[in-house]
């Protein structure tokens, strides 16, 4: 029996998502929408196949899966997400994942995304997969370093990394700002994305020394 654990703060779409792999004869999910409960639910048992949401509260696709695999190294885990994740993609690789998967995607799809990703196989969308190709055509960096000289970030960004200077959670500097905590957590990752890190504070440390705070940041520190 192939077990499937389903990580996603949507109740309605991970019921959804339970309900097609169990009509799978060889298959059997798990949900759960609460974060902290992975980890319980890992200490009480083992998992083929792991299904994470890309946006959540508390912590981020990314960042939970490098979490899982520190758990279980071993384990396979696949994005599940309704956003496009080409600007992540480096950055999902790097986390571990074994592939991705569209929640807009068709039933059949999905099933067949696990059974592939059970293989050491990957589905991938023909535009990523034309998108990679011209980042593979392109100039490597030196010695595989990361190329910060064109990065910038949006006003937006910089007010997020001018809450995160501050302490405040996601919730806090979506009020703050404006903003719902959704885009908030949206924006996060990609300037996770641009900066190349995994974490809210390497995210900080990382602009700092490549001077891509704003001035009010910086004036503060």
């Known amino acids: 029996m192939i077990k499937v654990l389903i990580v996603d703060d949507h109740p309605t779409l991970g019921e959804g998502t339970r309900t097609i792999i169990d009509q799978e004869a060889d298959m059997k999910a798990t949900f759960i929408t609460d974060i902290d409960k992975a980890f319980e639910t890992l200490k ?9 949401d890309l946006y959540m509260p508390k912590v981020n696709g990314i960042e939970l899966s ?6 279980d190294p071993d384990a ?8 496009d994740i080409m600007s992540h993609y480096n950055l999902l690789i790097e986390a571990g994942v074994a592939g991705f998967i569209s929640k807009t995607a068709a039933p059949e799809q999905l099933i067949t995304a696990i059974r592939c990703a059970l293989r050491d196989e990957v589905v991938i969308q023909l535009q990523l997969l034309k998108q990679l190709r ?23 960004e910089q007010q997020i990394l001018d809450g995160i200077s501050k302490g405040l959670t996601n919730k806090a500097i979506a009020i703050e ?16 994305s641009k900066l190349g890190v995994g974490s809210r504070t390497e995210a900080l440390l990382k602009a700092k020394e490549f ?11």
Do not use: C, H, W
């Open 134 to 156: 011209r980042v593979e055509a392109g100039p490597s960096t030196n010695e595989g370093q990361q190329n910060l000289g064109d990065i910038t970030l949006s006003s937006k």
């Open 44 to 52: 009480e048992d083992k998992y083929d196949i792991y299904l994470i």
């Open 76 to 83: 396979t885990i696949l994005i599940y997400t309704g956003y």
């Open 211 to 221: 001077g891509l705070l704003s001035l009010q940041i910086e004036m503060n520190d």
């Open 66 to 71: 490098k979490m899982l695999l520190q758990v």
């Open 177 to 192: 700002i404006s903003m719902s905590q959704r885009t908030i957590e949206y924006n996060l990752t990609k300037i996770f």
